[in-house]
């Protein structure tokens, strides 16, 4: 009997042996049901999930990559307003501090 793994909706990465093919699991994480799929159609799943742009490790399955990136975007662009506002900060107190 060997050991494999499949991939759950919520991207948790599940254990199973081939006897357990075709029974119905529960995710540990997620909580939803699922049918244990063959090692190959598990393999096809990942393969699948990797190709719309899932970024996949080892322990688990992470959000859509172009997700994550949007999120980079974010915070390097709340970076950029920060210091755009410190700068003017600064502008304003050197200004006065010339006027007087
Ligand atoms: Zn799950």
């Given at each position: 009997m060997s050991r494999f793994k499949f991939v759950c909706g919520c991207g948790k990465r599940l254990a199973a042996y081939?006897?357990?093919?075709?029974q119905v699991v529960t995710c540990p994480k997620c909580g939803t049901t699922q049918t244990v799929p063959t090692p190959f159609q598990a393999e096809e799943k990942l393969a699948e999930m990797m190709e719309r742009g899932y970024s996949v490790t080892r322990r688990k399955i992470g959000i859509p990559v172009d997700q994550a990136a949007r999120k980079k975007q974010v915070v390097i662009l709340l970076a950029v307003a920060a210091a755009v506002v410190l700068l003017l900060v600064a502008a304003v107190v050197l200004f006065y501090s010339f006027i007087k």
């Open positions: 081939d006897w357990m093919i075709g």
